[in-house]
């Protein structure tokens, strides 16, 4: 896949629930998407329950999860990406 570069890395934990955001810059795509971008953005309960998580698995491309539920995710920016993200945490 190349080089990788980490462009963010933030966790908190608070009441229960944790928020993990990581985001690399790829010298190529991954498999499925259409930028240089790698990321996982999680927020659940400390048992490991997911409650949103969006991510871009190789094969798989820009997805997210809403519990049990996963779903095609249209990425267009990397600000974007975390609006649409922090959206669904707030709705949770």
């Given amino acids: 896949m190349g080089t990788a570069r980490e462009i963010i890395r933030y966790r908190k934990e608070k009441n229960g629930r944790i ?7 790829l010298s190529e ?3 499925g998407s259409l930028h240089p971008f790698k ?4 927020c659940g309960l ?3 329950t997911c409650i949103v998580r969006y991510d871009n698995e ?6 997210r999860h809403v519990g ?3 779903e095609t995710y249209r990425f267009t920016t990397l600000r974007k ?3 649409d993200f922090e959206a669904d945490v707030e709705r949770m």
């Fill in 58 to 63: 190789r094969g798989k491309g820009d997805h």
């Fill in 81 to 83: 990406l975390v609006e």
């Fill in 46 to 48: 400390t048992d490991g």
């Fill in 68 to 70: 049990p539920v996963e």
């Fill in 39 to 42: 990321y996982r953005l999680y």
């Fill in 29 to 31: 795509s991954v498999a």
């Fill in 19 to 25: 928020i993990e955001v990581v985001i690399w810059h």
